[in-house]
C-alpha cells in the first residue's frame, strides 16, 4: 500500500471550513457574471488555437478536441464577488496537452474568447495540471450562460481567470492585462492571498 507522507489528508477530509478561502461564502447555486451578452458557438464553427510568441500555432476542431484525453475535475472554485462553490464536477482537456501543441519559452498567456473577453495569466499556472478547457459541467453539456460550448477552469485563482467562451491561448513575452485586470483587478488573482484588486498585495 502507498504510504501517505505525515499530515497528509485526502480532500475528503478537509473541513469545507478549511476550504473557504478568506472573504468569501459558500453558496449552492451558480451565479452567472458575464461582461456582455452571452456569445452563441456552434461546435461546428468552434475552433481553439494555441499560439506561441513567436506566431507559430496549432488548432483544433470541436470534434479533434473531443477526441483527446478526457480528465473529470472537481473542483472548488471562487469568485471574486465572494461566492465559492464546493466540488462543482467538469470535463474536458487538460491546459498540459493544448499548450504542448506549441513551442513556446513565453513567461505568460492571455486567454481570448469569442465575446472579446481577455484574461491573463503566468504560462506556469495554465500547466502542472491545474488547468482545463472544459465543455460539460456536473454530466451535461457546459450551457452558454456559463461559457459553453467550452470554457476554460483554473480553479487555484478567482474564477474571472476562467474565460468563457474561449477561443484560444495566446502565449507573451510581456505580461499583458485583460479586460478585468486593466479595470482594476489584481495581475495574478490568488483567493488565498484576497488578491481581488490591483493594490492588493
Ligand atoms: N468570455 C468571458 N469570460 C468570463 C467572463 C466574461 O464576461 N466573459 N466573466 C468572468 C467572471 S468575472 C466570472 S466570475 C466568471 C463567471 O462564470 P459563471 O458565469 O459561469 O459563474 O466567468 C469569467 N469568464
Ligand atoms: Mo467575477
Redesign the pocket.
Known sequence: MASLSPGFHGRGSRSLVERLPPGQYPTES???????PT?HVPTDRWSFTVTGENGGSRSWTWDEMRALPQEQPVVD?H???RWSKFDTRWEGVSLDVLAAGVETSAGFVVAE?????T?NLPRADVTGGRAWLVHSFDGYPLSP???GPA??LIPHL?????????KGLRFTTEDEPG??ERAGYHDYGDPWREQRYWNDA
Open positions: 451558480f451565479p452567472v457574471l458575464s461582461a456582455g456569445p472554485i469568485c471574486v464577488t474568447s469569442f465575446d472579446g473577453y484574461t450562460d456559463h461559457g470554457r476554460l478567482y474564477f474571472w481567470k476562467s474565460a468563457k467562451w474561449v479586460f478585468w
